[in-house]
């Protein structure tokens, strides 16, 4: 097999495992998101719900629907070489008389056109979440903005056409978190100027509270610790190629969602560069919270 085929077929399975767990966090910072790995179909769709397009579709627990999981929506992230795209689908078997009058109605609503594929899925919308080739920690961070600013908002308003405005959820849970968000190149600084304050944390009002993660704290720890894991000392540039050199999560040595308040950081002391598999580690602390760098260290080399 050619170097270029290998290397697709290794980032689509490393962006499809990325967005996966990007799913997972979503489900533990969205309580209206529900999230099951048996729902996807490997690394190449990844599939999640939410209360709002059950509430939509109707309760549905039987075994007509497309996917032959018990459930008549998902949104789905199709993770190919081609296209990578978020999408509300339906299934056309299973809905009753008055769920596919309510869906046609709210649909009509809202001035949305489904579109039906060949498999019966009906997809009610979709969003581009970023270009075929880009990185699996660029899709993670596309997911997570086109989540936070687009979809939630879209639910907002079905929720308020199916419930009325004044039964409609309010707000989402709080707690956005972005992973591995990348920076191409890391601005050539050591820390922040008296004019440079970082803020971390600021709870933005879209539909949901959500924390707003500053890039350039981002570039400002990668520019003074390196793309290399504080903790295993992975660097994927070194082990994929030079077309994954910088790729990197970047860990609030305090989470955002811990703090709850506008901060300055320090991109230097506060954030610390992690691979993926010692950032989920780290956010894995039996009873919640996360481990320190320090205490996961010396599990990796303690076992």
Not at 148 to 161: A, G
Not at 169 to 186: I, N
Not at 204 to 210: I, K, M, N, T
Request: aromatic share 6%.
């Amino acid at each position: 097999m050619p170097v270029d085929d290998l290397r697709q077929q290794l980032e689509l399975r490393l962006r499809g495992e990325l967005l996966r767990d990007w799913c997972r966090q979503l489900a533990e910072a969205d309580e209206q998101v529900e999230f099951d790995d048996g729902w996807c179909s490997g690394q190449r769709v990844i599939r999640f719900c939410t209360w709002a397009i059950d509430a939509l579709v109707g309760e549905w627990r039987g075994s007509g629907d497309v996917w032959g999981l018990g459930r008549l929506a998902f949104y789905e992230i199709e993770n190919d070489a081609t296209d990578l795209r978020l999408s509300l689908c339906v299934s056309a078997r299973g809905l009753t008389g008055e769920a596919r009058s309510r869906v046609t109605r709210v649909l009509d609503e809202v001035q949305i056109v489904p579109v039906q594929r060949a498999d019966d899925v009906v997809v009610v919308r979709d969003w581009s979440l970023a270009g075929a080739s880009c990185v699996a920690n660029e899709a993670v961070a596309a997911a997570d903005a086109t989540w936070w600013e687009q979809v939630v908002p879209f639910e907002r308003l079905l929720s308020t056409k199916l419930l009325g405005e004044d039964e409609a959820p309010q707000a989402r849970a709080t707690g956005r978190q972005a992973v591995g968000e990348r920076e191409d190149k890391p601005e050539e600084e050591s820390g922040p100027s008296d004019e440079q304050l970082l803020i971390e944390g600021a709870e933005l009002a879209v539909v949901s509270d959500r924390f707003e993660r500053n890039k350039k704290a981002r570039a400002l720890c990668i520019a003074a610790h390196g793309a290399v894991c504080a903790i295993c000392g992975f660097d994927f540039g070194a082990a994929y190629g030079p077309s994954f050199a910088g790729t990197i999560d970047v860990h609030h040595r305090t989470p955002l969602n811990e703090i709850r308040q506008d901060y300055v950081v320090d991109p230097v002391r506060d954030l610390v560069p992690v691979c993926p598999n010692c950032h989920r580690v780290l956010h894995s602390k039996p009873g919640g919270g996360a481990y320190t760098v320090e205490e996961v260290r010396a599990l990796l080399e303690h076992g």
